[in-house]
């Protein structure tokens, strides 16, 4: 009896590149890069590109929640 296969993993984009973030979130690119020179949202830095993890940009929405 042969045993069933696991499914492939599934991946979803998990960094994102400054202008892709601009587009899916909001903002222009400085907005996003001032963010990151200012140390409130890490990133990740391949060559001379900027990634941004999607988990801190969750976190970074969190923190940045207002209530009146």
């Given at each position: 009896m042969a045993?069933?296969?696991p499914s492939p993993a599934v991946f979803?984009?998990?960094?994102?590149?400054?202008?892709e973030l601009a587009s899916e979130i909001g903002g222009t690119k400085w907005f996003w890069r001032s963010m990151i020179w200012d140390g409130q949202l890490p990133y990740v830095?391949?060559?001379k590109k900027m990634f941004v993890d999607q988990h801190d940009i969750e976190l970074f929405i969190s923190k940045n929640k207002h209530k009146n």
């Amino acid at each position: 009896m042969a045993g069933k296969q696991p499914s492939p993993a599934v991946f979803t984009k998990r960094l994102l590149t400054i202008k892709e973030l601009a587009s899916e979130i909001g903002g222009t690119k400085w907005f996003w890069r001032s963010m990151i020179w200012d140390g409130q949202l890490p990133y990740v830095q391949v060559g001379k590109k900027m990634f941004v993890d999607q988990h801190d940009i969750e976190l970074f929405i969190s923190k940045n929640k207002h209530k009146n």
